[in-house]
């Protein structure tokens, strides 16, 4: 990685490795710091340094947390491999370990595809010590990006300490719920329209889909809860008391957000139950017009089949008004059936 300055108000160019050193004001000391100019502003208590990976190679990601920050074996593991659900795990240094005391946390940020109906995920891990901040993530990420520009800007001192700018992007990854939970409302909505007006076999396929979308999301949700769950009641040193009531606000917008979720959960139900209700109604009215057929046109078999024995005594067979009389009774017979069943309203 070579070094270089950002353009002027802005940010260069996205690199598999981005590093910032602040001061504790929240003012841009460097970006794109060399790495062996790292270890040595980590030792200056009046910088704050934020290195960022995204989909870095197996050497950079273990030159970086391993030959740099000298993390912990395990949340290294963890934070290279996929991690199925949201976690946070404090650090603390014993005798021969090298790392200064950290959190490891695993986040995952979702964004929602109408056009593939499921929600995507993606992974952000932190490490959070007292004056360095390293993100890890597979994919590029809109809150990593928000947060790098508001830092290098430093319009609201944001990159004063760790704590502040991993509540930044916390709060970013949060928001990106918002706009899911509005897709899926949309398509919620679509949908009882749907079932209402045109139940078919697509509708409730849509509509199982759809369930298993939102329980996969509440899957995300739940754990991720209990993670700021403990930073909002301060359990953690290194996030100062004064920053605690910032995270406990992201607890409680994502606390909304489940609570959405939830119900997006029954409104699915109830709009399955529609589509059920509806499937047993249209197989009730074929089975009510099949029934209507076979009692109207009765006379006419039992006529038929009277006259299709065709024996030689029998007296009908003889009388000279024979077959109007039995043209009259059948046709009759069926009149009085078709008007019996409108009297009833069953058609």
Request: aromatic share 10%; charged share 20%; proline share 6%.
């Amino acid at each position: 990685m070579q070094p270089g300055a950002p353009p002027a108000g802005g940010l260069a160019k996205p690199r598999m490795i981005r590093s910032f050193a602040f001061t504790t004001q929240g003012r841009l000391h460097t970006t794109d710091i060399e790495a062996f100019l790292m270890p040595t502003l980590l030792a200056d208590t009046a910088l704050f340094l934020w290195v960022d990976l995204e989909k870095p190679t197996t050497q950079e990601a273990k030159f970086v947390l391993e030959d740099i920050f000298h993390f912990h074996p395990l949340s290294i593991e963890d934070c290279v491999s996929v991690s199925p659900s949201p976690k946070v795990d404090e650090y603390t240094p014993k005798e021969g370990d090298l790392f200064a005391p950290y959190l490891f946390m695993v986040i995952h940020a979702v964004d929602y595809s109408r056009k593939d109906g499921v929600f995507a995920t993606s992974e952000l891990n932190f490490f959070l010590g007292k004056n360095f901040l390293v993100t890890f993530h597979e994919l590029p990420m809109k809150s990593i990006q928000v947060a790098a520009e508001r830092c290098v800007k430093g319009s609201v001192h944001i990159a004063r300490a760790p704590d502040r700018v991993a509540h930044t992007l916390l709060d970013g990854i949060v928001d990106n719920y918002k706009p899911a939970l509005e897709e899926l409302a949309f398509e919620i909505s679509e949908l009882e329209s749907q079932v209402v007006e045109n139940p078919a076999r697509e509708t409730l396929n849509r509509i199982i889909q759809i369930k298993k979308e939102v329980y996969h999301l509440r899957q995300i949700m739940g754990p991720q809860r209990e993670v700021l769950s403990r930073f909002a009641r301060g359990e953690f040193k290194l996030i100062r008391p004064h920053i605690v009531p910032y995270y406990r606000d992201v607890y409680d917008q994502l606390f909304h957000i489940h609570e959405l979720a939830l119900r997006h959960t029954d409104s699915l139900t109830g709009i399955l139950q529609v589509y059920l209700n509806m499937a047993s109604n249209q197989t009730s009215e074929v089975v009510k017009l099949l029934t209507l057929i076979t009692v109207i046109t009765t006379p006419l078999m039992v006529v038929g089949t009277w006259y299709g024995m065709n024996f030689k005594d029998m007296p009908e067979l003889h009388a000279p008004l024979a077959y109007p009389v039995i043209i009259a009774l059948t046709l009759a017979a069926t009149l009085v059936a078709i008007w019996w069943f409108r009297k009833k309203n069953w058609f």
